[in-house]
Structures are given as C-alpha cells and as structure tokens.
C-alpha cells in the first residue's frame, strides 16, 4: 500500500511537471502587457507591423504618445460628477423655472476669468486680418450700453473698453453672438498656435492633427448645467459616504455675503466676497474701503477670491452667457447627463403667449455688479435676445475633457 501511494504521488508530480512546462511555453508567446495612450507600445499588439511616431508621418500609420489632453491657456480643470442643480433658496421671483433635479455632469474646463477688455481687443486686431471692416464692426462690444436718459455714465461710453487702465475688466456690450463668434476664432487660433509650436505640417487635415493630439477641442460657451455646476464648486463639501449634508446658496460656504473666516484670508475677515449692488442706489457701501466692496462698475476679473474650483467671480462682477435656449420648463426635459438645451423641442414656442420665448433668446447666470444678492446664487437664471447686449453681461469658455490620463 505504501508502494502504491509513492506510485501515486509520482504520477501527480509528473503530470503537474507537465503543465507547468506547458504554461511556460505559453508565456514564452510575446505578451504587449497594458496599453495605454501614453504606453501604446513600438508595434501593433494586433499585426505586430511597426508603429510610426513621426507626427509628420503622412505615410505610415502613426501613432501619438499622449500622457493627458494638452490643456489651452486661461482653463481650470472641472472634474465632473453626480449634482443637484436647481434653486437652493426660496424662489422670490416666481418664476419655478429651475426645479432641483439630480444630473452627472462630465468632466470638463472652464476659464478661470471672464473674458477681459484687453482678451478681446485681441480678437478684433486678429479679425482686421481675416475679414472686412464692415464685418469686424459688427463683432465691436456697443458702447452705448452705458449711456442713460437720467444718467451720466458718458466716461465709459469712451474708455472702458479702450483705456489700458480698463484692459483686465470684463468685456461688456457683448451679444450671445458675438461671445459665440469669439469661441470659434479662439479655438482656431489657439490650434493653429499650438500647430506651430509642436512643428506639425500646415498640410495635414483637421482629422489628422486631432489623431496626434495637436487640435483640442472647441472652445465654447459652457452649458447652463455646466456653468452651474462649475458655479456652486460643491468640492470640498463631500464624504465617504457620498453624502453632502448641506448645500451652497452662492459659490462659497456661509449663507452670507461676506466672508466669515480669518485662515485662508488673514486679515479679509468681514470682506465682500462679490461685486454686487446692496441695494437701491447702494454699488459699493460708504467710503474708507472697510469691509465694503469699494467697486461700483465691474472691476478686474482677479479681484474677489475664486471657488473651490479656482475660478473667479462666478457670482457678481458680470452676468455671463451660457450656450442654452431659454425655456422655463427645461428642467423638465432636460436627460439627467449632460443636460443642454440647443433649441426648442419638446417646448415650442408656439405654446407660449408671449413673443419672449422663442430660439433667440439665451440664458445668462451670475449676478453681476449691478444685481442685488438675489441673483447671485447659481441657480438663478435668466435670459435675453442672443444679439443684444448690455453692461452687465459678459462671458467666459469651456472645453469639453477627453480622453483620460494614464488610460
């Protein structure tokens, strides 16, 4: 019997040898390990032909080593997520036309400052190159949006868009239009910039500088889901258990307007957190600058500290554009992922009584220098005729996020 068991544990052996010696022929088989867009490897994990990683390669297939999306000048990453967008506060204008609602929102980037005056000039010098002069009159922001019949405000018809002391204010006098027209020569401009840096060659077409990573996508005017999201910055108020026990009424904690705490400010305690009016004829507070906001007009776009995305002044300074069509039952319509409404369906203008709600009228957020608090709460909206302008609407872009880093 115990001849039998060695017998036994032989054979085990032998056959366990065997599978061995055969698993290890199997690993000998030339293994590609994990790819990534930053790993992609020297050859084909399909063909095993070679890979061409000359990006002026127009003859070979050419692969594009790319560790993360090259971000453009000016943006902040956004890192998207589930969120309840909507009115966080008693709706006093009674509108009820931004419900809470749960939706996710993707990833994406936003300018950490509004469009300035001196951003803009720089679009209207490189538009003098390209189109007439008839055409670059139309993209001028309209000076006249500061004059009034009971009012002397005649200074800045002239300078604030002008004078060098105005360059990094806020563009104002700007329609929808012309905030869209600025999105498209930026992205333009910005690739072909980034083209010339990389070396890459002018002939090669738009969908072969985006397989080598060198096109980012658009700029554009963020979606009212995104500019509210980016708004409130509920970063920071999260727990393990994906609860947030508690909400945001503007883009900071606190249900005041002033800022409340003496660590990260030292000695800013007390300080006005927005540019906003505090009431009927009230821009700015009294005179001496203690805890008053001092600004009457808009005022340089880093002034006032940033949300916890670090983006500044996504409550007062200036109103801002967003890309949606105005409709006040959005919410009801809109998909719980991504949320945007490009234009009428599902809530045509035909089932409205006023001439108010058609596809050319926009929605804008923020609250801006001329608003009271009210309106300084990120789930507030508004809207106006997509071409026209005032002084206290501006903008700023987004940029979609692609792709993911080391994936």
């Given at each position: ?132 002069a008839d055409s670059v009159g139309k993209l001028e922001p309209s000076d006249r949006v500061w004059e009034g019949a009971m009012s002397y405000n005649d200074v800045y018809d002239t300078y604030y868009f002008r004078f060098p002391?105005f360059n990094f204010y806020p563009v104002a006098g700007v329609t929808w239009s012309q905030a869209n027209a600025y999105t498209k020569w930026r992205t333009q401009y910005v690739n072909e910039l980034m083209r010339q840096k ?169 609250g801006s220098w001329r608003d009271v608090a009210y309106w300084l709460s990120p789930g507030t909206r508004r809207f106006m005729h997509q071409d026209s302008a005032t002084n206290h609407i501006g903008f700023r872009c987004a ?9």
């Open positions: 019997m115990v001849f039998g068991k060695n017998k036994f544990g032989l054979v085990a052996t032998a056959l366990l040898f065997v599978a061995v010696s055969i698993l290890s022929s199997c690993n000998k088989t030339p293994g590609y390990g994990r790819r990534t867009a930053a790993k992609p490897g020297k050859v084909s994990a399909t063909t095993g032909a070679q890979f061409s990683f000359d990006a002026n390669d127009s003859t070979n297939f050419v692969v594009t080593r790319m560790a993360k999306q090259i971000v453009g000048p000016n943006l902040k990453y956004i890192q998207g997520g589930r969120a309840v967008l909507g009115s966080q506060e008693q709706d006093i204008m009674a509108f009820r036309d931004n419900v809470e609602r749960t939706v996710t929102i993707a990833s994406f980037y936003m300018d950490e400052t509004e469009i300035t005056n001196n951003d803009y000039k720089e679009f209207l010098f490189n538009m003098r190159k390209a189109v007439s002391g990389q070396g890459i060659d002018s002939t090669l077409t738009k969908n072969q500088l985006i397989e080598r990573g060198v096109a980012m996508p658009e700029y554009r005017l963020p979606s009212e889901a995104e500019w509210e999201y980016a708004a409130k910055a509920m970063i920071g108020t999260q727990y393990m258990d994906e609860n947030q026990e508690y909400g945001r009424i503007y883009p900071w904690d606190g249900r005041g307007v002033r800022n409340p705490y003496n660590i990260k400010r030292k000695g800013k305690q007390g300080d006005m957190l927005a540019n906003f009016k505090r009431g009927r004829g009230d821009y700015a507070g009294i005179a001496g600058g203690i805890s008053n906001d001092g600004d009457i007009i808009p005022t340089n776009v880093y002034d006032y500290p940033p949300n916890d995305f670090g983006l500044y002044n996504m409550a007062g300074n200036m109103n801002e554009w967003v890309q949606d069509v105005y409709r006040p039952l959005s919410y009801t319509d809109f998909d719980d992922l991504n949320p945007l409404r490009k234009d009428g369906i599902f809530d045509e203008a035909k089932d409205y009584g006023t001439t108010l709600i058609d596809d050319n009228y926009r929605v804008y957020k923020g940029m979609i996020s692609v792709g993911a880093v080391g994936k």
